[in-house]
């Protein structure tokens, strides 16, 4: 019966997940008249942000982190009176650097990373000039076959700076820095005007009031779009009149257009009618970096906040306390490769904590593995080499009546909620031009 029901609306436009960018597009579409209809293979919205009671409390297991610097994100956070929360101020730095650890104020560690960072960046806004128009200038191509890796053992002896920029860069990339693109780097420190410092900050220190979840359940609600869960897409076929978007479990929906908006380790794995074009599916082929772990950590006792960097090939490379919880302490960590950690087994991670915070106890863990969740298949997305110059406008441009959107193509802030946001406004111009131009009317005779 709920099948029929969708089939007998028929909806202006489909959209393929419930994550920020799709929720976005159905809100500004639903906004401006057209009738949108979701689906989502998850029982859940939120898609890679994912707001989960853990360890005895609400925690972030996916995406967490917003600042004023993205522009998307903060309007949304405004436009439904959401504050932001910082993390606790760190009163303790540890670090692996000379062949050891290290332990000293962070603003020491700060220090360290800024002055090795500040020559690694400092071209950023020569590269990328305009930071939400990566595209707009060539002067990238000169640099888009270069590694962060390569790069940074071009500019940097070994020891100390290159020990602390390469896991610096592996906890950003959230992945092995060998074929990370120099050009994403550089993107994303060219949106804080190129300030590293101020890019970190934005990375890892402040989160939403009330969590992911609170944002996401706004804006759905702000949308009134029916939704669908359980829904895991198959196949979408283009007719050139309609789209039709087909479920594993041989559910169907056909609309004028269609916003996917998947991960893109997932986009292989639906066969599109007709196909791809060859520079879009290599892209997806391809794929990006990303391919860590994120774990929550409760420790015996509270301890003063902390901030911990390891080395870059460490399956944890990085820790930070959030929170303290019935006289016990969380603290988040991050590693650049999930198949290198059992991030579910405490002792593992307990053996990685010990390298660097002395006296640190593991009482329990929890994560999960975006890697191996065939929804997702990355972490936050961070492109390789040669992606910006071969297929980011590939990935962006429509196929027929069939639009993509998310993080993961964002021209901002790509890998954050905020590139999101912004991907899926761009693609609900789109879809709001083709149903109009499919029916005949001005966008504003839809108002």
Same mark, same amino acid.
């Given at each position: ?145 270069i590694s962060v890796q390569d790069r940074i053992r ?44 101020v890019n970190f900050e934005a990375c890892a220190t ?76 290599? +892209? /997806?082929?391809?794929?990006? #970096?990303?391919?860590?772990?994120? &774990?929550?950590?409760? @420790?015996? =006792? *509270?301890?003063? !906040? ?52 002395? +006296? /640190?106890?593991?009482?329990? #863990?929890?994560?999960?593995?975006? &890697?191996?969740?065939? @929804?997702? =298949? *990355?972490?936050? !997305?961070?492109h390789r080499t040669g992606f910006l110059s071969a ?44 149903? /109009? ?11």
């Amino acid at each position: 019966m709920e099948q029929q029901d969708i089939d007998r609306k028929k909806p202006d436009v489909i959209v393929v997940g419930a994550g920020f960018a799709g929720l976005t597009a159905a809100r500004e579409l639903t906004r401006q008249g057209f009738s949108v209809h979701i689906v989502e293979a998850r029982d859940r919205i939120g898609g890679r942000t994912w707001l989960d009671h853990r360890l005895g409390r609400n925690l972030e297991i996916g995406g967490t982190w917003v600042h004023w610097t993205q522009p998307y994100v903060w309007a949304e956070l405004k436009r439904y009176g959401l504050g932001a929360v910082a993390s606790p101020e760190p009163e303790r730095a540890f670090w692996w650097a000379d062949g050891g650890r290290q332990e000293g104020a962070p603003g020491t560690l700060l220090q360290l990373i800024g002055k090795y960072n500040h020559e690694l960046v400092k071209d950023s806004r020569e590269y990328f000039p305009e930071p939400f128009r990566p595209l707009a200038r060539d002067a990238f191509k000169e640099i888009d076959h270069i590694s962060v890796q390569d790069r940074i053992r071009e500019q940097f002896p070994a020891g100390s700076s290159r020990d602390i920029l390469e896991s610096f860069w592996a906890l950003n990339f959230n992945g092995p820095l060998e074929d990370a693109a120099l050009t994403q780097a550089l993107r994303w420190v060219a949106l804080t005007n190129g300030d590293w410092a101020v890019n970190f900050e934005a990375c890892a220190t402040y989160k939403i009031e009330g969590g992911t979840a609170a944002l996401a359940d706004s804006i759905l609600r702000d949308s009134g779009a029916g939704i669908d869960y359980g829904f895991t897409v198959a196949g979408i076929s283009d007719d050139g009149g309609s789209v039709t978007v087909r479920s594993y479990d041989g559910r169907t929906i056909s609309a004028r257009s269609a916003i996917v908006t998947v991960p893109l380790h997932v986009l292989p794995c639906i066969a599109f009618e007709p196909p791809l074009p060859p520079a879009k599916a290599d +892209g /997806a082929r391809r794929g990006q #970096v990303s391919k860590g772990v994120k &774990v929550w950590i409760r @420790l015996r =006792g *509270e301890h003063a !906040p902390f901030v911990a960097l390891g080395q870059a090939d460490w399956a944890l490379n990085f820790f930070q306390v959030e929170y303290t919880l019935d006289g016990d302490t969380i603290a988040v960590g991050f590693g650049p490769d999930a198949s290198n950690i059992d991030a579910t087994d405490p002792a593992a991670v307990q053996a990685h904590l010990n390298r660097l915070v002395p +006296g /640190a106890e593991v009482v329990d #863990v929890a994560t999960h593995d975006w &890697v191996s969740d065939p @929804l997702a =298949g *990355e972490t936050w !997305p961070m492109h390789r080499t040669g992606f910006l110059s071969a297929h980011l406008a590939a990935l962006q441009a429509p196929h027929g009546n069939i639009l993509f959107a998310g993080s993961d193509i964002a021209n901002g802030w790509g890998g954050f909620i905020d590139g999101a946001i912004e991907s899926g406004m761009e693609a609900a111009l789109e879809a709001a031009a083709l149903s /109009a131009a499919a029916s005949g009317t001005a966008l504003t005779d839809k108002n």
